[in-house]
Every structure is written in structure tokens, then in C-alpha cells.
């Protein structure tokens, strides 16, 4: 199949950017959508032109890396689907394909289709941890988890850090990523002594780096491509209310 | 808690808890409006008025209720003021349709509409029967008790000007939709809400703003198509 | 004795980690921060390190190509993770989890090391339990275990089928509180170019910046290799597409040994090659094969649709030549095993080149809930991939490249040949012997990272306590920039036609069908000539495109590529040298009537250690011999 690839290309942080059309041929259906891209870098290559430049690195949807948008969505069209994950065969025969970076002011350009995601590391550090040293821990079986939080803590800790939720949110708000890692430990026993600082900790970075706030559109939830419910992002604003009204 | 209402969530909270509010205002205010369907002759809906002006509780509840829609707007201004800085460079295609809905994304566009309708409401209403008065006012005695005749103003009005009954009505629709995402967004705001809870929510706020938006339009359907 | 010194204390096997450990050197803690640890590699041996230095108090600083510490191929990892906890009362122990590790390894890894790999196993799965990996639990809340990987307990700890991710982002969870601490200083986006060694001591590396192309130098009292394996020298694996044997390969160039560089593990349940443009095998958990039978048609080049096909016209082949074991034997057994019936004609889809994993008996038996409790995620990857429900009709898979159990030598104390280089997790080669069993890998790397290293490290460092901060402007820093800018240079300016995947591709070919499930001498010396062969001409005509002060793919793609050159002869050169059969390496020279591997005890009971000798020259070869006094070799047999 031949089809119309519309890029955005940016050559640094500074540059304004453009988009540039590709037309390629050749495509198969089998093709993932980042086999297709390689495939058309290969093109680019030999006929002496610059490759875009995105990132990927398992390409079997677990580590996060990719990420684009593609035709207007976080990791194209395909619920519970992250980039790599998508093939040729949900595109048509002829079609013009939009593919644009993550867009928030807390995720800047770095070259092409590659974000800088930095904010979520600060994020994390601020709080998305617990506090134990390697050999301090008791035998695993100490504690029994409940069945129910266990569940919803696995859940919620199945986030990938891909960034989708943000990308999607009309207001670039990581309240969904954020959310996933104060409910995946407050709802653990061995979190819970930590979740009141953890979460005030982290929605004050998160505030800090210039994420927008939540307004409970759920286009995070619809593009994770995890599935992760938008019923976090209410026990974070719980854990975080909590912590605040101990004050 | 200073440092509460500097936060993302704290000021959403603010918006939520004052709308909120206003959810339960919006009951009371078409109870007391449905009682203009229920009787011709005007007295029920008078008393009504009558009890809302005179009643200690309503008088301490109005300045409250000013409060509250001040809350309520100022916060989400600032709210969606900042919502939009998060994103400087926006996408060149851009489907939102595909993962939330109309309403949800335009929380703002239709809380101003409303604002506008609101204005205009106040002003037909509110500030005649508090502050200036109107010809229309006049004064009734229901069961020994003088009251002012608030049912002429307000049938008077629907019943003379179409073009305002059909305005009261798209702004009631509006109004259904604010609510239809409003409602349960307040809850998951607040933190009342679960993997459980959430659908539900979600189906009480259809409800709920139906039955806001159906009553509200109900009466001047009601005196288009009586009177 | 030779040069190579494993250290392997004396004593009864059980109490060597114990008595080695009371007299390991200490670092006292006032001594720590101002000793300077770098850390190459974020998965869960590296994180694992890293934190646990950090909470020690040494000043660790850690490098990841990736953009994130969280995003280390560890995640990816699906099955469990192994742990002698015997919460299943079915006779597990740690004597057990050794034996079965030796056993699975074709007895080609140091009893010591694997010994003490059990051992830790425990303390690991303790450790990520408080730092909240949510592993599987029972209705009561505790942990629940599987039988997983050709083992007869349940010892298997798992997170759904993405025990990896859940174990990783637990270890990067540690990790970024000492970035927070202030212990640990992150470089994400760095590629290690080079090993800097000083006065015989590996003291510093050289990274790229991956974003601004900027070569930088970092010094520090010792180096920790924790960077992964070289499965995808193959091209085609289910390793992530950045992964790279780079760091190791430098290292060895520098004077750390390799060992049994030739023993990788195929995995046999991937999603097999489709197309000619897939840039990736897509690893379907063994975990499947607990309830997925597994069978190719009777009759030769049957093109019916599976479903279609009656269970007297299935071959079963697993259950048929291993009772005993059936679907669930090891891997290398499952692997060859596959291969064996799609050469002989008999496998199934588009290429020939698969077979089937078939859930119908289990839906049928345990209800699709059941089976969606337990394979869901992995279900829906599969037809993700395929456009194929494995509910509806048989999984296809083939073997895939996956593991390398070769890797750097290390000792006991997990040291290289280099003094002050160390190599943990994967990148080294002690536990997994010729073949990993299944679940080990995380086990072993979290081992290494949280448990080992910590302790050796240190009774290393203790002699370095006073030794001040070096500067990167010593000479020999200094020459390692020109020599890694040089080389950036050289790639950039042949400016010949074929992209560098391209080049990659032909490596992994060669390297698969000469040196992958099945070696012969005669195609090993003819993938030698072959990968000279590319090589050179990758050198006349690869065309990378670019400046080298950019993010430039491109260019890191091709120095991993010509890294992958000098590796891939190496890896040959050890395979033609061990002419028995063990584990993973089959040599067709050397096989059973039944066309099992067959074991050379006598003349190949040995860990092969090579040793560089300069561009051009051959590697030199030597032996660190194995003594088994606490197993009993024997066959491996699992019929």
C-alpha cells in the first residue's frame, strides 16, 4: 500500500519546526507502525536524506519509550494499544497519516518526535517510592494483602510512564500518571506510612513543572494504553485531601 | 491548608465544593419554579416566593450563595487560565471526540453561556423583586398574608415574550449539559469516588441534569403552550 | 594455576557465602561518600546496585541509554522470578533451587555461585515485596507461586505476566528516592563508549551524550557493568531494540576476559518471524506452556486450519519424546525440539517455520475465565501482533534469541579481570551455566544488584578509602576521547549506500543460521569468513547520515553494529571450540541416537575465558576448570 506520511520535523529544542510530507510506498499491511517508520528512515537514507528521528525500545508495548500521535491520538487510533503495538492494517490504502509529538509545556521537543519526559522523573522522585533499605525488609509474607487492593493497586501500577495521558488531556495534566503511583503504594500496606507526604510531594512537583490540572474529561483513561481508570485520579484528590487536613 | 488552595487540586476543590453547592441551589430554585405549573392562580408559587424572601434561613443562604457562584467562577477562570498554559504548542490534528466528550472539554465555554443567561435572569428577576420593583409587582393577600404578586412577573414574561421562553429554554439545555459533567466531576473532585462508584455517579449525573434541564424547561413550555 | 582466580571460598558449599561474607572487608560509613561508584545499565541488577550503594552512602553515579532509569529491558521480563521460599510446602529448598540450576545449566556453571544465587533468592522477593511489587496473592492475601520453566515445585513468584515490569519499576522506585537522597546522580541518555583503566584499575568511563552528541568523561574508584546481554546480535530477538553488547565488548577490548560467549539461550515460545520487515520476536511467556500443548500435524505441509485438524492427526511432539516433562521441558530442549519437526517438514503457518501453542484442552477444562485470569495480557498481545484470538484457534510460535548466559568473567566477588570492574546481572556470566531455567534471570539479578555486589564491592574499595577523586584530565582519559571521537568519525565519514540496519540484518542472519540453535564446525568457520566479510564491507559502504553533535540514531546504531562484528567472531570461535553439546549449544558433531545434546564431561568440564589480543589477532583461550563436589554430573534427561 502506498500512503502520505505528514511529519513534524524539528531539528533542536530552539528550532520552530515544520511539517513535512512523505509519500512512500511499498508498505504492508504487516508492518508495525514503527517497522514502517524504520522502513521509511531506510528510504530517507539512501536517498541521502536526514532519518525522523523517534524513539522506541521494546516494541512490545511494555517499556514506554514510543509514543506518538498519530491521526489526532495518543498511539494512534487502537484502545489499550501503545505505539509499537499498532500495525499497517488499521491504516487504508492511500491515506495521509498526522504524525506530531507529544505536545505539553512540561514535555519540550527534543528533535523530531522525541520528547523530553524528564518532568515525570521529577515527579517520581519527589515521592513515588517507599521508604526501605535492601536487607531491612521483613519475610514477603508477613503481611496479607487484601484481595480488593491488591487488585486495584496492580492495576494502577501497571503505568508504563509513556507520557499518553498527558498528551491526550486537553490540559497537559499528569494527574493520571500521578494518580497510578499514589494509589498502586497507598493502597499497599507497606505504602500506606508514606502516603500522605508522597502525595502532597508529588502533585506539588507536578504543579511545579507546569502540568494543567485535571478537569475529568477521562481522555486520559480512553488513550492509556494500559486502561488505567480515571478512578485513581479521585483517590489521589482523597489521599490529597487527607493529607491536607491533618495540617 | 493555604498552601491546600495554591495547589492544582486544591483550587479544582474549590470549584467543585461551590458547585457543589450550586447543584443543590439549582433543586431548591426549580422546586420552587415547578410550583408556577401547579396553580393558575398563582398563589403557591407567590407563598413560595414569599417564604424564599421572608424565611431568616434564605436570607442567610443568599449572601452564601453569591459566594458561591463567585467561588465558582473566579476558580474556574483561574483553573482553565492555567489548564491552557500547560500546552503553548497545540497539535495540528487533533481528534478529542474519540476519548472524552463534548461537554467535558467545554466545561468553561458552557459555564459562560450560562453566566450570560444568568445575567439576564437576574436581571428580569432577581433585581426587580429585591431591589427596584416593577409594575408587575403588585401586592396580593394569600391567606391573610400580604406578598408581593411574583407569579404576574414571571408567567407575564413567558407568556408575552416567546423569544425569551425559547432563550430560557437553550439556556436550561446548557445548563443540562454543565451538569451532565459537572455532577459527578464535583464528587470525583472531592474524592467520592471509585472503581465502583464511578459508573454510577456517572448515571445519577445524566439523571440529575435531565431532570434540572426538563424541569427548567418544562414551565415556559408549559405557558407557550397553555396561555 | 592459571591467571584466572575465581576465589571461590573454601568450605562446605552452604556456608561459603556466610563465611565469605564475615570476612569480606567493610567501608565504614563516614568512608563511603567520598568513594565514587559508577553504575553502566538500569535494569534490575544495575537499579538493584545503584540504590543499595546509594543507601550505603557511597556517592554512586548511574548511566542509562534510555531516557528513563524505568525503561531497562528488565521491564519486559514476563513469567516470575524464582525464590526457595517453599511457601507451596512442596520440598522446595535452596539445596533444591541450586540443584535444579545447576542441573538446567547442563552443569557448566560454578556450584559457588549458583549456591549462593538461591541463597539470596529470598531476601530478594522480600525486598521487592516492601518496596511494593505487587506480586500474585491468594484469596487469603499472600503470596501465590507457579511451576514455571521445566522445574517440579512452584516456586515462581509472579506479577501477571509482567513480573519484569513490576520488579523493575519496584527497583527504580529505590533507586530515584537516593536520586532524591542526593546519593545517586542519574545520567539517562548516555551510551558508554569506553572503559577507562589507570594504572591497571578500571577507574571511569566514557559516555556520549545521546542528545547533544557530547563526549564526556567520569571518573570514580570502581565500575559496575550492569548493561544486559547481546541477544540481539541475532538482529531478530526479543531483546529491545536499543539493547547492545557495546559496554561489555569495550570492556573485554580493555582486558576484561569473556566467558562461554557462545552460550545464548533461543527462547521457543516467541511470536515467530512474519514478514521481512519486522524489526523484533515478541517473547510469549513460557508461563504458557503450563497450560498450552504444544504440536505440529502428522502429515507434512498440512495446510488445514488447526481447529479443523482431529487430535489423532496431532503430533504432540514434547509429550511424545518427554514423558516425563512434556510441554513443560527446559528451554533449549523445547527450542530444538521445534526446530527439529519445522526442518523436517512439518511446520505450520505461512513460513513453515512454526508450531502450535494450543489452549483448546485448557479452556475446555478450566473455562476461558480461568485461562483469561492467567494469560489475558498475554492473549491480547498475541493478537495484537497477529490479528490471531488464541482463544479461538492455536497460538503459532518459534524459537527466538533471548539470553545470554556467556558474558564477562567475573569471581566470586563479581569482579572482572579488570581489578575494580565489576559485572553484575546478565552482562556477567556465573549462574546460568549453558542454559538458564526459566525465572532465574531476575532472581540472579536482583541477587547480584541488591545482595552480592554490595558486600564484594567494598572489600574492594576498602583498600581505597584515602585515594582522592581522579581527574578526567589525566592522560588516559584523555586518549580514551580521541580514541572513541576517532571511531565516530571513521563511521561517519565512509558516507557509503546501506543503512546500517541493513548490515545488522545480514550479521543476524549469518549469526542464526550458523550460530544459533544448531552449530556444525564447518558452517562455524564459515560464518567467520562471512562476518569478516560484512564487516569489511560494512566499513567500505555503511552509510550513516548525520553530524556526531546531535541526537544521531543513526551513528549510535552503527558503532553498537561494529561492536557486534568483532563480538559475533568471538562468539563463533567459542562455539567451534567447545565441541561437545551443553544447554543452549548444540554442536551436531556431538549428539545422542535420539538426537539429544550429549555432554563432553571430560574434556569440556570447563568455563572457555577468552581474552583479547588486539584487532586482528586471535583471542586467546583459557580455562577455568569445574569441580562438582556437591552434584553428581549426569545426563540431562527429561524423558
Same mark, same amino acid.
Given at each position: 500500500?502506498?500512503?502520505?506520511?505528514?511529519?513534524?520535523?524539528?531539528?533542536?529544542?530552539?528550532?520552530?519546526?515544520?511539517? $513535512?510530507?512523505?509519500?512512500?510506498?511499498?508498505?504492508?499491511?504487516?508492518?508495525?507502525?514503527?517497522?514502517?517508520?524504520?522502513?521509511?528512515?531506510?528510504?530517507?537514507?539512501?536517498?541521502?536524506?536526514?532519518?525522523?528521528? +523517534? $524513539?522506541?525500545?521494546?516494541? $512490545?508495548?511494555?517499556?514506554?519509550?514510543?509514543?506518538?500521535?498519530?491521526?489526532?491520538?495518543?498511539?494512534?487510533?487502537?484502545?489499550?494499544?501503545?505505539?509499537?503495538?499498532?500495525?499497517?492494517?488499521?491504516?487504508?490504502? /492511500?491515506?495521509?497519516?498526522?504524525?506530531?509529538?507529544?505536545?505539553? /509545556?512540561?514535555?519540550?521537543?527534543?528533535?523530531?518526535?522525541?520528547?523530553?519526559?524528564?518532568?515525570?522523573?521529577?515527579?517520581?522522585?519527589? /515521592? /513515588?517510592?517507599?521508604?526501605?533499605?535492601?536487607?531491612?525488609?521483613?519475610?514477603?509474607?508477613?503481611?496479607?494483602?487484601?484481595?480488593?487492593?491488591?487488585?486495584?493497586?496492580?492495576?494502577?501500577?501497571?503505568?508504563?510512564?509513556?507520557?499518553?495521558?498527558?498528551?491526550?488531556?486537553?490540559?497537559?495534566?499528569?494527574?493520571? +500518571?500521578?494518580?497510578?503511583?499514589?494509589?498502586?503504594?497507598?493502597?499497599?500496606?507497606?505504602?500506606?506510612?508514606?502516603?500522605?507526604?508522597?502525595?502532597?510531594?508529588?502533585?506539588?512537583?507536578?504543579?511545579?513543572?507546569?502540568?494543567?490540572?485535571?478537569?475529568?474529561?477521562?481522555?486520559?483513561?480512553?488513550?492509556?494504553?494500559?486502561?488505567?481508570?480515571?478512578?485513581?485520579?479521585?483517590?489521589?484528590?482523597? $489521599? +490529597?485531601?487527607?493529607?491536607?487536613?491533618?495540617? | 491548608?493555604?498552601?491546600?488552595?495554591?495547589?492544582?487540586?486544591?483550587?479544582?476543590?474549590?470549584?467543585?465544593?461551590?458547585?457543589?453547592?450550586?447543584?443543590?441551589?439549582?433543586?431548591?430554585? =426549580?422546586?420552587? *419554579?415547578?410550583?408556577?405549573?401547579?396553580?393558575?392562580?398563582?398563589?403557591?408559587?407567590?407563598?413560595?416566593?414569599?417564604?424564599?424572601?421572608?424565611?431568616?434561613?434564605?436570607?442567610?443562604?443568599?449572601?452564601?450563595?453569591?459566594?458561591?457562584?463567585?467561588?465558582?467562577?473566579?476558580?474556574?477562570?483561574?483553573?482553565?487560565?492555567?489548564?491552557?498554559?500547560?500546552?503553548?504548542?497545540?497539535?495540528?490534528? *487533533?481528534?478529542?471526540?474519540?476519548?472524552?466528550?463534548?461537554?467535558?472539554?467545554?466545561?468553561?465555554?458552557?459555564?459562560?453561556?450560562?453566566?450570560?443567561?444568568?445575567? =439576564?435572569?437576574? *436581571?428580569?428577576?432577581?433585581?426587580?423583586?429585591?431591589?427596584?420593583?416593577?409594575?408587575?409587582?403588585?401586592?396580593?393577600?394569600?391567606?391573610?398574608?400580604?406578598?408581593?404578586?411574583?407569579?404576574? =412577573?414571571?408567567?407575564?414574561?413567558?407568556?408575552?415574550?416567546?423569544?425569551?421562553?425559547?432563550?430560557?429554554?437553550?439556556?436550561?439545555?446548557?445548563?443540562?449539559?454543565?451538569?451532565?459533567?459537572?455532577?459527578?466531576?464535583?464528587?470525583?473532585?472531592?474524592?467520592?469516588?471509585?472503581?465502583?462508584?464511578?459508573?454510577?455517579?456517572?448515571?445519577?449525573?445524566?439523571?440529575?441534569?435531565?431532570?434540572?434541564?426538563?424541569?427548567?424547561?418544562? !414551565?415556559?413550555?408549559?405557558? !407557550?403552550?397553555?396561555? | 594455576?592459571?591467571?584466572?582466580?575465581?576465589?571461590?571460598?573454601?568450605?562446605?558449599?552452604?556456608?561459603?557465602?556466610?563465611?565469605?561474607?564475615?570476612?569480606?572487608?567493610?567501608?565504614?560509613?563516614?568512608?563511603?561518600?567520598?568513594?565514587?561508584?559508577?553504575?553502566?545499565?538500569?535494569?534490575?541488577?544495575?537499579?538493584?546496585?545503584?540504590?543499595?550503594?546509594?543507601?550505603?552512602?557511597?556517592?554512586?553515579?548511574?548511566?542509562?541509554?534510555?531516557?528513563?532509569?524505568?525503561?531497562?529491558?528488565?521491564?519486559?521480563?514476563?513469567?516470575?522470578?524464582?525464590?526457595?521460599?517453599?511457601?507451596?510446602?512442596?520440598?522446595?529448598?535452596?539445596?533444591?533451587?541450586?540443584?535444579?540450576?545447576?542441573?538446567?545449566?547442563?552443569?557448566?556453571?560454578?556450584?559457588?555461585?549458583?549456591?549462593?544465587?538461591?541463597?539470596?533468592?529470598?531476601?530478594?522477593?522480600?525486598?521487592?515485596?516492601?518496596?511494593?511489587?505487587?506480586?500474585?496473592?491468594?484469596?487469603?492475601?499472600?503470596?501465590?507461586?507457579?511451576?514455571?520453566?521445566?522445574?517440579? &515445585?512452584?516456586?515462581? %513468584?509472579?506479577?501477571?505476566?509482567?513480573?519484569?515490569?513490576?520488579?523493575?519499576?519496584?527497583?527504580?522506585?529505590?533507586?530515584?528516592?537516593?536520586?532524591?537522597?542526593?546519593?545517586?546522580?542519574?545520567?539517562?541518555?548516555?551510551?558508554?563508549?569506553?572503559?577507562?583503566?589507570?594504572?591497571?584499575?578500571?577507574?571511569?568511563?566514557?559516555?556520549?551524550? #545521546?542528545?547533544?552528541?557530547?563526549?564526556?568523561?567520569?571518573?570514580?574508584?570502581?565500575?559496575?557493568?550492569?548493561?544486559?546481554?547481546?541477544?540481539?546480535?541475532?538482529?531478530?530477538?526479543?531483546?529491545?531494540?536499543?539493547?547492545?553488547?557495546?559496554?561489555?565488548?569495550?570492556?573485554?577490548?580493555?582486558?576484561?576476559?569473556?566467558?562461554?560467549?557462545?552460550?545464548?539461550?533461543?527462547?521457543?515460545?516467541?511470536?515467530?518471524?512474519?514478514?521481512?520487515?519486522?524489526?523484533?520476536?515478541?517473547?510469549?511467556?513460557?508461563?504458557?506452556?503450563?497450560?498450552?500443548?504444544?504440536?505440529?500435524?502428522?502429515?507434512?505441509? @498440512?495446510?488445514?486450519?488447526?481447529?479443523?485438524?482431529?487430535?489423532?492427526?496431532?503430533?504432540?511432539?514434547?509429550?511424545?519424546?518427554?514423558?516425563? %516433562?512434556?510441554?513443560?521441558?527446559?528451554?533449549? &530442549?523445547?527450542?530444538?525440539?521445534?526446530?527439529?519437526?519445522? @526442518?523436517?517438514?512439518?511446520?505450520?503457518?505461512?513460513?513453515?517455520?512454526?508450531?502450535?501453542?494450543?489452549?483448546?484442552?485448557?479452556?475446555?477444562?478450566?473455562?476461558?475465565?480461568?485461562?483469561?485470569?492467567?494469560?489475558?495480557?498475554?492473549?491480547?498481545?498475541?493478537?495484537?501482533?497477529?490479528?490471531?484470538?488464541?482463544?479461538?484457534?492455536?497460538?503459532?510460535?518459534?524459537?527466538?534469541?533471548?539470553?545470554?548466559?556467556?558474558?564477562?568473567? &567475573?569471581?566470586?566477588?563479581?569482579?572482572?579481570?579488570?581489578?575494580?570492574? %565489576?559485572?553484575?546481572?546478565?552482562?556477567?556470566?556465573?549462574?546460568?551455566?549453558?542454559?538458564?531455567?526459566?525465572?532465574?534471570?531476575?532472581?540472579?539479578?536482583?541477587?547480584?544488584?541488591? %545482595?552480592? #555486589?554490595?558486600?564484594?564491592?567494598?572489600?574492594?574499595?576498602?583498600?581505597?578509602?584515602?585515594?582522592?577523586?581522579?581527574?578526567?584530565?589525566?592522560?588516559?582519559?584523555?586518549?580514551?576521547?580521541?580514541?572513541?571521537?576517532?571511531?565516530?568519525?571513521?563511521?561517519?565519514?565512509?558516507?557509503?549506500?546501506?543503512?546500517?540496519?541493513?548490515?545488522?540484518?545480514?550479521?543476524?542472519?549469518?549469526?542464526?543460521?550458523?550460530?544459533?540453535?544448531?552449530?556444525?564446525?564447518?558452517?562455524?568457520?564459515?560464518?567467520?569468513?562471512?562476518?569478516?566479510?560484512?564487516?569489511?564491507?560494512?566499513?567500505?559502504?555503511?552509510?550513516?547520515?548525520?553530524?556526531?553533535?546531535?541526537?544521531?540514531?543513526?551513528?549510535?546504531?552503527?558503532?553498537?553494529?561494529?561492536?557486534?562484528?568483532?563480538?559475533?567472531?568471538? #562468539?563463533?570461535?567459542?562455539?567451534?571450540?567447545?565441541?561437545?553439546?551443553?544447554?543452549?549449544?548444540?554442536?551436531?558433531?556431538?549428539?545422542?541416537?535420539?538426537?539429544?545434546?550429549?555432554?563432553?564431561?571430560?574434556?569440556?568440564?570447563?568455563?572457555?575465558?577468552?581474552?583479547?589480543?588486539?584487532?586482528?589477532?586471535?583471542?586467546?583461550?583459557?580455562?577455568?576448570?569445574?569441580?562438582?563436589?556437591?552434584?553428581?554430573?549426569?545426563?540431562?534427561?527429561?524423558?
Amino acid at each position: 500500500m502506498k500512503i502520505y506520511l505528514k511529519i513534524w520535523r524539528q531539528k533542536s529544542p530552539k528550532d520552530k519546526g515544520r511539517f $513535512e510530507m512523505y509519500p512512500l510506498d511499498g508498505v504492508s499491511p504487516e508492518m508495525s507502525f514503527l517497522e514502517m517508520l524504520d522502513y521509511l528512515n531506510k528510504t530517507l537514507i539512501k536517498e541521502g536524506k536526514e532519518p525522523v528521528v +523517534f $524513539e522506541s525500545d521494546c516494541r $512490545e508495548g511494555i517499556c514506554g519509550t514510543c509514543g506518538l500521535y498519530i491521526n489526532g491520538r495518543p498511539h494512534g487510533n487502537l484502545r489499550k494499544t501503545t505505539t509499537c503495538e499498532l500495525y499497517m492494517r488499521e491504516f487504508a490504502d /492511500g491515506e495521509t497519516i498526522t504524525v506530531e509529538p507529544w505536545r505539553a /509545556g512540561a514535555f519540550p521537543v527534543v528533535k523530531d518526535l522525541v520528547v523530553d519526559r524528564h518532568a515525570f522523573e521529577k515527579i517520581m522522585q519527589a /515521592g /513515588g517510592f517507599i521508604t526501605v533499605n535492601a536487607g531491612a525488609a521483613p519475610d514477603a509474607n508477613t503481611i496479607p494483602i487484601p484481595r480488593d487492593s491488591f487488585d486495584k493497586a496492580f492495576e494502577a501500577a501497571t503505568c508504563i510512564g509513556c507520557g499518553a495521558c498527558v498528551a491526550a488531556c486537553k490540559n497537559a495534566s499528569a494527574m493520571l +500518571f500521578v494518580a497510578a503511583k499514589v494509589s498502586h503504594l497507598a493502597l499497599l500496606p507497606q505504602g500506606k506510612p508514606e502516603a500522605a507526604r508522597r502525595a502532597k510531594a508529588m502533585v506539588a512537583k507536578m504543579d511545579e513543572l507546569g502540568f494543567g490540572s485535571c478537569t475529568n474529561t477521562g481522555a486520559c483513561e480512553a488513550e492509556c494504553p494500559k486502561g488505567i481508570s480515571i478512578a485513581n485520579i479521585a483517590r489521589l484528590n482523597r $489521599e +490529597f485531601l487527607k493529607a491536607n487536613l491533618k495540617e | 491548608m493555604n498552601k491546600l488552595f495554591a495547589s492544582s487540586i486544591g483550587r479544582k476543590l474549590l470549584v467543585a465544593l461551590s458547585g457543589m453547592f450550586l447543584i443543590l441551589f439549582l433543586v431548591v430554585h =426549580l422546586s420552587i *419554579n415547578l410550583l408556577l405549573i401547579f396553580d393558575d392562580s398563582g398563589a403557591l408559587f407567590n407563598k413560595g416566593a414569599h417564604f424564599m424572601a421572608t424565611n431568616p434561613m434564605v436570607g442567610v443562604m443568599e449572601p452564601l450563595l453569591a459566594v458561591g457562584f463567585v467561588v465558582h467562577i473566579m476558580y474556574a477562570t483561574i483553573v482553565t487560565i492555567r489548564n491552557y498554559r500547560a500546552r503553548p504548542n497545540g497539535y495540528l490534528k *487533533n481528534l478529542p471526540s474519540a476519548n472524552s466528550s463534548w461537554e467535558s472539554r467545554n466545561m468553561f465555554v458552557l459555564g459562560g453561556i450560562i453566566l450570560f443567561f444568568l445575567i =439576564l435572569h437576574l *436581571n428580569h428577576f432577581f433585581v426587580k423583586m429585591k431591589f427596584t420593583g416593577d409594575p408587575l409587582l403588585t401586592t396580593v393577600i394569600i391567606d391573610g398574608v400580604a406578598m408581593k404578586n411574583s407569579y404576574l =412577573l414571571v408567567s407575564s414574561l413567558f407568556k408575552e415574550n416567546f423569544w425569551y421562553s425559547i432563550g430560557y429554554m437553550i439556556w436550561a439545555v446548557f445548563l443540562g449539559f454543565h451538569l451532565v459533567h459537572g455532577f459527578w466531576s464535583a464528587f470525583q473532585t472531592v474524592g467520592l469516588n471509585n472503581e465502583v462508584w464511578i459508573q454510577r455517579l456517572q448515571n445519577v449525573s445524566i439523571i440529575y441534569a435531565t431532570i434540572i434541564a426538563a424541569g427548567f424547561c418544562i !414551565i415556559p413550555l408549559y405557558f !407557550i403552550i397553555f396561555f | 594455576m592459571s591467571i584466572l582466580n575465581s576465589k571461590i571460598p573454601s568450605g562446605p558449599l552452604a556456608d561459603k557465602w556466610t563465611n565469605h561474607k564475615a570476612s569480606l572487608r567493610l567501608v565504614s560509613p563516614a568512608n563511603r561518600k567520598k568513594l565514587d561508584i559508577i553504575v553502566v545499565g538500569t535494569g534490575l541488577s544495575g537499579s538493584g546496585a545503584a540504590s543499595t550503594l546509594g543507601e550505603m552512602g557511597y556517592n554512586v553515579k548511574v548511566f542509562c541509554y534510555q531516557d528513563s532509569p524505568r525503561r531497562a529491558h528488565s521491564v519486559a521480563a514476563q513469567g516470575g522470578i524464582n525464590a526457595a521460599k517453599n511457601y507451596k510446602n512442596d520440598g522446595d529448598s535452596i539445596f533444591r533451587l541450586f540443584y535444579d540450576m545447576i542441573k538446567g545449566g547442563d552443569f557448566r556453571a560454578r556450584e559457588a555461585n549458583v549456591y549462593r544465587a538461591a541463597e539470596v533468592s529470598n531476601l530478594v522477593i522480600d525486598h521487592y515485596t516492601a518496596l511494593g511489587v505487587p506480586f500474585a496473592r491468594d484469596y487469603g492475601g499472600l503470596l501465590d507461586n507457579r511451576s514455571f520453566g521445566g522445574v517440579q &515445585v512452584s516456586r515462581t %513468584f509472579y506479577a501477571k505476566g509482567q513480573t519484569g515490569q513490576q520488579c523493575l519499576l519496584g527497583g527504580y522506585s529505590a533507586l530515584i528516592r537516593q536520586v532524591q537522597a542526593g546519593t545517586v546522580t542519574m545520567y539517562p541518555r548516555r551510551e558508554m563508549l569506553d572503559l577507562v583503566v589507570v594504572d591497571g584499575r578500571a577507574r571511569g568511563i566514557i559516555t556520549r551524550n #545521546l542528545i547533544t552528541g557530547e563526549i564526556e568523561s567520569h571518573s570514580a574508584h570502581a565500575v559496575v557493568l550492569a548493561t544486559g546481554g547481546y541477544g540481539t546480535i541475532y538482529y531478530l530477538s526479543t531483546l529491545a531494540i536499543n539493547s547492545n553488547g557495546s559496554a561489555a565488548w569495550k570492556a573485554h577490548k580493555r582486558g576484561a576476559f569473556f566467558a562461554n560467549p557462545s552460550f545464548i539461550q533461543i527462547h521457543p515460545t516467541s511470536i515467530p518471524v512474519l514478514n521481512n520487515y519486522q524489526s523484533k520476536l515478541t517473547l510469549m511467556s513460557e508461563s504458557l506452556r503450563n497450560d498450552g500443548r504444544v504440536w505440529v500435524p502428522k502429515k507434512k505441509g @498440512d495446510t488445514r486450519n488447526p481447529n479443523d485438524i482431529p487430535e489423532d492427526e496431532r503430533d504432540y511432539y514434547l509429550e511424545r519424546r518427554y514423558p516425563a %516433562f512434556g510441554n513443560l521441558v527446559p528451554r533449549d &530442549v523445547a527450542s530444538r525440539a521445534a526446530k527439529e519437526r519445522c @526442518d523436517s517438514g512439518y511446520g505450520v503457518g505461512p513460513t513453515g517455520l512454526s508450531v502450535y501453542l494450543d489452549f483448546r484442552d485448557a479452556i475446555q477444562k478450566q473455562g476461558r475465565k480461568a485461562i483469561e485470569d492467567k494469560y489475558g495480557n498475554l492473549f491480547e498481545m498475541y493478537e495484537k501482533i497477529t490479528g490471531e484470538s488464541p482463544y479461538e484457534t492455536p497460538m503459532r510460535i518459534y524459537p527466538a534469541g533471548h539470553y545470554t548466559m556467556g558474558g564477562l568473567w &567475573v569471581d566470586y566477588n563479581l569482579m572482572t579481570t579488570i581489578p575494580g570492574l %565489576f559485572a553484575i546481572g546478565e552482562s556477567n556470566f556465573s549462574d546460568h551455566g549453558a542454559n538458564r531455567l526459566g525465572a532465574s534471570s531476575l532472581m540472579q539479578c536482583a541477587g547480584d544488584g541488591y %545482595f552480592i #555486589l554490595p558486600y564484594t564491592i567494598a572489600n574492594y574499595l576498602a583498600d581505597f578509602i584515602h585515594e582522592p577523586r581522579l581527574s578526567t584530565d589525566l592522560p588516559e582519559f584523555k586518549h580514551a576521547i580521541s580514541e572513541v571521537q576517532d571511531r565516530i568519525q571513521r563511521l561517519l565519514s565512509v558516507n557509503g549506500k546501506e543503512p546500517v540496519s541493513d548490515f545488522h540484518k545480514r550479521l543476524g542472519k549469518i549469526m542464526w543460521d550458523y550460530c544459533g540453535m544448531v552449530r556444525n564446525e564447518q558452517g562455524l568457520i564459515k560464518a567467520m569468513e562471512l562476518i569478516t566479510d560484512l564487516e569489511a564491507e560494512f566499513w567500505k559502504n555503511v552509510k550513516v547520515p548525520g553530524r556526531s553533535t546531535e541526537m544521531n540514531q543513526e551513528l549510535e546504531k552503527a558503532g553498537r553494529v561494529a561492536d557486534y562484528f568483532e563480538l559475533a567472531k568471538l #562468539l563463533c570461535a567459542d562455539a567451534l571450540n567447545r565441541k561437545e553439546s551443553c544447554g543452549a549449544h548444540f554442536r551436531e558433531e556431538s549428539q545422542t541416537e535420539t538426537g539429544e545434546a550429549k555432554r563432553d564431561d571430560e574434556n569440556f568440564s570447563y568455563v572457555a575465558v577468552w581474552e583479547y589480543k588486539g584487532g586482528g589477532k586471535d583471542p586467546q583461550l583459557h580455562k577455568e576448570p569445574l569441580t562438582f563436589e556437591n552434584v553428581k554430573l549426569q545426563e540431562r534427561s527429561y524423558q
